[in-house]
């Protein structure tokens, strides 16, 4: 069975999971990236995507991901035919890859940042990144160049993270400095490696 040993290491928009996830690897513990595979399947389905929403979108052979985001940001329709595309692709990829990771009978984590949103994943144990509205505004503004209307609206396509702090087995912490955010993924790791043995 997929999931048995993984846990969804999850959060929001620029709340820290890739920072989170750089730590759990450096101290062992395996994982997915759910972007990651998504990325592989939007490549994969270049042809696709562009019958979609129009060859424009290819660039170099590439899908122009930026121009895409903007267009499904702006059009719930939209989002949706291109989740329909890909939601299921990327689930069974992910799917696969846990069942060669369950073999290993440890835990490990699956980096999906819309894992309560999309409801897919049989994965009992979660862990949430968290951080506050605000300073996901200033990340997003700061890493990705949006203007502060661009920024909340990615946001706001999320369950907030208030109440994703709610649901989560494990919490991790973010809203301090780096030190105190390794501090928090320690706390964490001891956590579920305890809870293993």
């Known amino acids: 069975m997929a999931f048995e040993y993984a846990i969804a290491l999850t959060g929001s928009i620029s709340t820290g999971k890739s920072t989170v996830l750089k730590y759990f690897r450096e101290w062992g513990f395996h994982s997915i990236d759910a972007d990651h595979v998504a990325h592989e399947i939007l490549e994969q389905q270049s042809n696709a995507i562009a019958d979609m929403f129009g060859n424009a979108l290819i660039v170099e052979g590439k899908v122009d991901r930026k121009a895409l ?22 689930y ?13 009978k440890k835990p490990y984590l699956v980096d999906i940042p819309l894992f309560f949103e999309g409801g897919r994943y049989p994965i009992e144990r979660s862990l949430v990144v968290y951080a506050t509205q605000a300073q996901q505004l200033e990340r997003l503004i700061a890493r990705e160049g949006y203007t502060r209307e661009e920024a909340l609206a990615r946001i706001n396509t999320q369950i907030s993270v208030e109440e994703k702090r709610k649901m989560a087995s494990y919490v991790i912490d973010n809203s301090g400095t780096l030190t105190q955010l390794k501090q928090e993924c320690e706390r964490v790791k001891e956590e579920i490696l305890r809870e293993s043995n």
């Open 92 to 104: 069974n990829e992910i799917e696969a890859r846990a069942k060669k990771k369950d073999l290993l």
């Open 69 to 90: 985001g903007k267009i499904v940001f702006e059009d719930v329709d939209k989002r949706k035919m291109l989740e329909d595309l890909l939601h299921p692709l990327i």
